[in-house]
């Protein structure tokens, strides 16, 4: 498994922005798909966006399209997720996750995971 360790979260007014970053301890960094999964209280852990070892495929869910941005520096062993024109419905738990192999957008195919960062965005 490998080891994921999440910042960047916070709280931030309705329109603002914020940056999340995950680092990896993986070895092989670029053998694993990334993903970023939200989980607000009382709701399932959802997938929010993905992205290849390659970085050559990304994913996002509907929600977070076209205000969402998810990255990786494979170099840093690091993913990025910019969020940009927040949300109060954003609000949650951010996780991290990773799966060795091509991307996907399911919770169950991921087995490691971070220990989560909130967001909090107030209207």
């Known amino acids: 498994q490998v080891q994921l360790v999440e910042s960047g979260g916070g709280l931030v007014q309705a329109g603002g922005s914020l940056r999340l970053s995950c680092a990896a301890s993986?070895?092989?960094?670029?053998?694993?798909?990334m993903g970023w999964f939200r989980q607000a209280p009382g709701k399932e852990r959802e997938f929010v966006a993905g992205?290849?070892?390659?970085?050559?495929?990304?994913a996002y869910a509907d929600s977070v399209t076209g205000r969402f941005t998810i990255s990786r520096d494979n170099t840093e062993k690091t993913v990025h997720l910019q969020m940009n024109s927040l949300k109060p419905e954003d609000t949650a738990v951010y996780y991290c996750?990773?799966?060795?192999?091509?991307?996907?957008?399911?919770?169950?195919?991921?087995?490691?995971w971070g220990q989560g960062t909130q967001v909090t965005v107030s209207s």
């Open positions: 996750a990773a799966r060795r192999g091509i991307l996907r957008r399911t919770r169950n195919d991921y087995d490691s």
């Open positions: 993986a070895r092989t960094f670029s053998f694993y798909a």
């Open positions: 992205i290849s070892g390659s970085s050559d495929s990304t």
